[in-house]
């Protein structure tokens, strides 16, 4: 097990700049997930810290050294990637051994180190097959079971569920899980899916343009995102926002569109003093509106009423997508809410829980 | 008004289809006639070959292929295109496989103006350099030797050969040989153990390729072989002559100059075509 360090670490492809002056610091034993959309330079760090990729600039640390020139082979890591990269002509037993064949390791220690890999994996019975043989979640066992046998000191990995179905995706969250836990090895796992980072990550790093955005813990950045593409980003579905004026009133401040008029509350208004007269990015969580309401029951301070254009049925919940001028609001209510496309509804906000976020440096004000 | 419309379209299509049908039989027709007809004459006595108009039901006979195949020219003539092909086969694998490694996954200087080159010499038509490789094998006294035939034959199938195997290698996944790095394989043992036994279907049809290829040539053997290697597409002709055409053992030794490469070829289709169009899309 070892911490890992990236200082300064910038990557180009040519022209283009990849990854810019990048610092992260992975604890030992850590989960840490680089969560992003695609593009945003995460498997780039990734690659980089598996030494696939040379950096332009800066340093990676495994452990106590700096593995810049070392080779892959010699980092003490292992990856699993988003398609297993299975050798296909090998079967399981082969595939999971070949790294320990390649450092000369003796037979039998070799057939040791896979029987109780591939016990604890499951894949015990599957040792004679051939990748082609086997299914998704199967060669995913097999990806990981040839990390394992390995012993790094790091895992990383690239998108590994990104292939499976949505079901097999969740059994193989909880796996991995469980695996980290049992092994205690500092992970390192990419992912585009925030649901799959949430759920996984001791902490998040978001990324965006080849830079972070934040580094926290998931409960931390779903409650307390900095900007606004971390708070659109974390969350599902995502936050709504809505551009509005600041404006001063005798009851306090509002913020204000053409269809919708809040009133701020008195400790966020502190905040939002210098933006009177100006516009700011209004953002609220779906379960933050609540509704629909009888209009008798609503404070009118807080309330709105709009046309429901589309109800997203999940079981559990709906999703009301609302129109209330330009803007569009997704509502998460009850499963039994009694909304109809093409009617009118009213719902409150809390605003107690909305966010403001500055138009042009799209960071938190309040 | 509708229906009418609707069965005037109905017309057209079929018009249309049996017109591409129509165009695509005589396509099959022109290439595929000179051969039935070789076929067809080989099984017909002497005094049936030039019977006017020509006959497609008569009594066959399998005389003219007994005379082909006990004229020594013959029997030595399909020997030698044998080890020829063979040479030419193996040491154009020799070649062509490892290169197509290196040009689809290894970095080098000048990689993509080489692998280029390689191609541009397999443009230059035969006719063109027979008389430079005659005069060369001549001063090198290599007239007339399997070293010699093998050597000008891989001009034409080694360059077509890498370019062949260079697309099967860049058809694996990089992951793939990503994952090699971390396990710690060298670059000749990537090759070895991890890209070459994916590939061996397209080492197949490169070495298929390179059989036919080296079997049919007629040109360069006519010109660089004497009575020691002459092949067979060469001592064919040896049934034509000034006083006589036998033309019954003439198509006879030419079925069975051709009959294994149809056999391989039919057998192999799937894959010749997938090799041959796996180019096209990638490029």
């Known amino acids: 097990m070892a911490e890992v360090r990236l200082v300064n670490v910038t990557k180009n492809f040519g022209k283009v700049c990849a990854v810019k002056n990048f610092n992260l610091h992975i604890k030992d034993g850590e989960f840490l997930i680089l969560v992003g959309p695609s593009g945003c330079g995460k498997s780039t760090i990734l690659r980089s810290i598996a030494g696939l990729e040379v950096i332009s600039d800066g340093e990676i640390h495994i452990g106590d050294r700096i593995v810049n020139d070392v080779h892959p082979r010699d980092r003490d890591i292992a990856m699993v990637f988003q398609n297993y990269a299975l050798y296909p002509h090998m079967d399981v037993f082969q595939n999971m051994a070949f790294s320990l064949m390649q450092k000369k390791v003796p037979k039998n220690e070799i057939n040791q180190v896979v029987a109780n890999t591939s016990k604890l994996l499951g894949i015990h019975d599957l040792l004679g097959r051939k990748p082609s043989q086997l299914s998704g979640g199967q060669r995913q066992r097999v990806a990981l079971g040839r990390a394992i046998v390995r012993s790094p000191q790091v895992f990383l990995f690239d998108e590994p569920l990104s292939n499976l179905d949505a079901k097999l995706r969740i059994v193989m969250r909880t796996e991995l899980l469980d695996l980290h836990q049992k092994l205690k090895i500092t992970t390192i796992y990419v992912t585009h899916d925030q649901v799959e980072a949430m759920t996984m990550g001791d902490r998040l790093v978001v990324m965006s343009g080849g830079r972070i955005r934040q580094v926290d813990t998931p409960q931390n950045l779903y409650d307390h995102p900095v900007n606004l593409f971390v708070a659109g980003f974390i969350g599902s579905p995502p936050m709504n926002f809505v551009e509005c004026g600041i404006e001063k009133a005798p009851q306090g401040l509002h913020a204000k569109t053409e269809a919708l008029d809040f009133q701020i509350p008195v400790d966020r208004a502190g905040g939002l003093q210098k933006y009177i007269g100006r516009n700011v990015i209004l953002g609220i969580r779906p379960e933050h509106i609540v509704g629909p309401l009888s209009e008798e029951k609503v404070d009118k301070r807080d309330a709105f009423r709009s046309v429901v254009w589309l109800v997203e049925r999940l079981g559990s919940e709906k999703l009301v997508h609302l129109r209330a001028g330009d803007s569009t609001l997704v509502v998460k209510t009850a499963r039994h809410a009694d909304v109809k496309t093409g009617e009118k509804a009213t719902f409150v906000v809390h605003m107690e829980s909305a966010y403001f976020f500055d138009k042009e440096t799209e960071e938190l004000i309040v | ?283």
């Not at chain 2, 103006?113 to 001549?138: E, H, N, T, Y």
């Not at chain 2, 000749?188 to 153990?193: H, Y």
Request: proline share 5%; aromatic share 14%; with cysteine.
């Open chain 2, 1 to 283: 008004m509708k229906e009418s419309c609707s069965a005037k379209s109905e017309k057209k299509r079929w018009l249309r289809s049996g017109i591409v049908s129509g165009l695509y039989f005589l396509m099959i027709f022109i290439w595929a006639f000179p051969v039935f007809w070789v076929v067809l004459t080989s099984f017909k006595g002497r005094t049936e070959i030039f019977t006017l108009p020509p006959t497609i039901i008569f009594k066959p006979t399998i005389e003219h292929y007994i005379e082909a195949l006990l004229t020594h020219d013959i029997l030595s003539g399909v020997v030698n295109s044998f080890i020829v092909a063979c040479g030419v086969t193996l040491i154009t694998l020799i070649i062509a496989v490892p290169a197509g490694y290196a040009f689809s996954r290894i970095q080098f200087p000048f990689r993509d103006r080489l692998s280029f080159f390689a191609l541009l010499a397999q443009m230059a038509p035969p006719i063109g350099l027979i008389i430079p490789c005659f005069f060369l094998l001549s001063r090198i006294r290599m007239l007339d030797t399997y070293t010699g035939l093998i050597a000008i034959h891989m001009t034409l199938t080694v360059p077509f050969s890498i370019w062949l195997m260079i697309t099967y290698f860049q058809d694996l996944p990089k992951s793939l040989e990503e994952a090699a790095i971390m396990d710690g394989v060298s670059h000749f043992n990537m090759f070895r153990k991890v890209a070459l036994p994916n590939v061996w279907g397209g080492v197949g049809v490169t070495a298929i390729f390179a059989f036919i290829e080296s079997w049919n040539e007629f040109l360069y053997a006519v010109v660089l072989t004497g009575s020691r290697t002459k092949t067979a597409p060469v001592a064919i002709f040896g049934f034509l002559a000034a006083e006589e055409s036998r033309w019954g053992p003439f198509t006879a030794t030419g079925v069975l100059i051709m009959a294994p490469v149809i056999m391989v070829a039919l057998v192999a289709q799937r894959q010749i075509v997938r090799g041959m169009t796996m180019g096209a899309t990638k490029g």
